[in-house]
Structure formats: structure tokens, C-alpha cells
């Protein structure tokens, strides 16, 4: 566990207040914002985030998924599932995590520091996760909630609003389904980067055609971008 000193406390403070939580436990917040990058020894489990962003990941989308179907009544499961997939994106996420200013909070190695990761997008969305899954620890699910939908109060907006969309596997499916089109697939052709950064690239297939690629940090994401790319690509959206 990385050690506290007065430098990184007043650091921590300083995100408390922009938070608007005070930790019992502020290693656990000091975790939360800790990269794996930092930690030397990557069994030293306890000193950075990615645990914590497992957990923070499970609630996010618990909270979302409650307060979607307690707001949209009238909203089918497709639409509550496309608000969500909106909401819970990585780049929602990265926006929630600027607007805290989270990343000149992180504990980053000199390596990671320099190629510009306090500003990475999946590095800051991540940690907005992480600090979800903190305060959680520290004071429970409804302090955890709070948190969440104060800070993704916008984008919940924007979502149900229908100005934000991002689940094109969904749309793309139902789109081919009600063309009888053929059968879609998913393949993963590269996979790249180290594990705390990684980048996957998929290609995705119309019976045997290929209709779209697309790159993401995770195997969910790309599949999203390469349906994106294919909705481009069979004319039924714009770029």
C-alpha cells in the first residue's frame, strides 16, 4: 500500500472536497486513485485500483439500471438498455472524470505520466469507477448513489433525451433482424498493449462480408465501434 504523506493527504483532501465526500478510510480513496502503473509489484493487489474498479463497475451499473426503470415507465427493456449502454460508456465516464478534475489526482508512474495518461480516456474512466466502488466501501450504497447520479446527472439526461447513443450492436441487430439481412459475428483480430492499457481490434462479418472494424480498451467496446462503423458503412447513419 502506497504510503501517505503530508503532500499526498492535502492532495486528498483537496478531492474530497471536490467530491463532496469525507473518507473514514482515506487509503481506500488513495487506492482508488492509485494506477497499476505505480505499483511496482503487480501482486501488491491492495496498492491500485483495479480491483476497486471491478466492484465500481457492478454498482454503476446497479444504480443506473434502477434509476432508468424507476424514471422511463413508459421505456421498453431495449431502450432502458441502450440509456444505459450511453450512460456507462467510457466516454461518458471520461467526461463525468474531467469535470472532477480526477486525473490530476492519480498516482501515476513516470512511464505513463509522460505519454500523457492523466489525460487517457480509459485510464479516467477506470478510476471513476474505482472512486464509486471507494466511497461505497467507505460509506455504503447510498452515499455510493448519490455520487453517481450527482456527477452523471447530465449524461443521464442527454440519454434518456435521446442525445446520446451508443449501443450500435443492439441497434445494428435489429436492424439486420428486421431486414432478414443474414447472421452477424463478432472477431477479435488484434489484441495489443500492456495489460493496465490494453487495446483490442475487431472485425465484424454479415453471413461471410466484412462490414465494419473498430478499436476499443475493451472487447465491448471495439464490438460497439466496429457496429458503429458498419451502421456507417450500410448507409443507416452518418459519420
Known amino acids: 500500500m502506497s504510503v501517505i504523506d503530508d503532500k499526498r493527504q492535502k492532495q486528498l483532501n483537496e478531492f474530497e472536497g471536490i467530491i463532496g465526500y469525507s473518507f473514514k478510510d482515506i487509503n481506500v480513496l488513495n ?4 494506477h497499476s502503473s505505480y505499483i511496482s509489484s503487480k501482486a501488491d493487489l491492495l496498492g491500485h485500483n483495479e480491483r476497486l474498479e ?3 463497475d457492478a454498482i454503476l451499473d446497479m444504480i443506473i439500471s434502477l434509476h432508468l426503470y424507476k424514471k422511463c415507465k413508459n421505456s421498453t427493456e431495449g431502450s432502458l438498455t441502450r440509456f444505459r449502454a450511453g450512460i456507462v460508456c467510457e466516454h461518458s465516464l471520461y467526461n463525468a472524470s474531467n469535470h472532477l478534475k ?3 489526482y492519480l498516482l501515476l508512474s513516470k512511464g505513463e505520466e509522460n505519454t500523457g495518461g492523466r489525460k487517457r480516456v480509459s485510464i479516467l474512466a477506470d478510476a471513476f469507477e474505482a472512486v464509486i466502488a471507494a466511497i461505497y466501501l467507505d460509506g455504503g450504497i447510498k452515499k455510493a448513489k448519490e455520487f453517481i447520479l450527482k456527477n452523471l446527472e447530465d449524461i443521464i439526461k442527454d440519454a434518456v433525451e435521446h442525445r446520446i447513443f451508443s ?5 445494428l441487430q435489429e436492424h439486420i433482424q ?3 439481412s443474414g447472421k452477424l459475428s463478432y472477431k ?15 472485425a465484424l462479418y454479415l453471413n461471410n462480408s466484412l462490414i465494419g472494424r473498430g478499436k476499443g480498451h ?10 458503429g462503423d458498419a451502421l456507417v458503412g450500410l448507409g443507416v447513419r452518418d459519420e
Do not use: R, W
Not at 449501443?167 to 441497434?171: A, E, G, I, R
Not at 488484434?190 to 483490442?200: A, I, M, S
Open 31 to 34: 487506492n482508488a486513485l492509485t
Open 54 to 56: 471491478f466492484i465500481g
Open 102 to 104: 480526477l486525473g490530476q
Open 167 to 171: 449501443d450500435y450492436k443492439s441497434f
Open 178 to 180: 428486421k431486414n432478414n
Open 188 to 202: 477479435l483480430i488484434k489484441e495489443e498493449g500492456p495489460d493496465h492499457d490494453k487495446t483490442f481490434e475487431v
Open 218 to 227: 475493451s472487447k465491448k467496446d471495439a464490438q460497439q465501434a466496429a457496429a
